[in-house]
């Protein structure tokens, strides 16, 4: 089990990603992709843990808009970041927030270094598998480095819109 960073706390990740779309179905909570969605989602749902979705970056909107009536099956979405300069995850995230209105957890995997946690986190991520070897205690104090941002996000209003203002 790899390290993640969930609610503001350091936790053990329980969960497991299918590498192999043809394997047997491991035991425990899955990450499966979105091609195995498709092509095994009867097996799937008769998994007796819970079942997450794992997306690439390259995932377009038309794919989220495809599967939007399952969005409500998945106990987790996993948005993998190959690169840290690569913003798509990003898009991903809000689509998934506000436009599908998914309401589970929502974790950036991959390159995900301690400095974008709190832009991740206002686009609509809640988990976060950093990079390897990045030092997770450190990377909890990035949340405390802005704390009234100016821009609305997933979570909130403008700040104008905030202080009251017309």
């Known amino acids: 089990m790899s390290t993640l960073i969930k609610n503001g706390v350091i936790v053990a990740d329980p969960w497991t990603r299918l590498a192999n779309p043809d394997a047997a179905l491991p035991e425990g909570d899955l990450f499966v992709p979105l091609t195995v969605w ?56 809000r689509l998934l927030r506000e436009r599908y209105r998914y309401t589970g957890e929502l974790r950036a995997v991959g390159d995900v270094l301690h400095d974008q946690l709190f832009a991740l986190w206002r686009v609509g991520f809640d988990a976060w598998a950093l990079k390897e070897g990045k030092d997770a205690q450190k990377a909890l104090q990035a949340f405390a480095t802005f704390r009234n941002p100016y821009q609305a996000d997933t979570t909130r209003p403008p700040l104008f819109r905030r202080r009251g203002s017309p």
Do not use: Q
């Open 38 to 93: 498709h092509t095994r989602k009867a097996a799937l749902l008769s998994h007796p843990a819970r079942i997450g979705l794992w997306l690439e970056t390259e995932t377009l909107p038309e794919d989220l808009a495809g599967i939007a009536a399952d969005l409500s099956r998945f106990a987790a979405i996993a948005i993998y970041i190959p690169r840290f300069v690569d913003g798509r995850g990003y898009s991903l995230a």
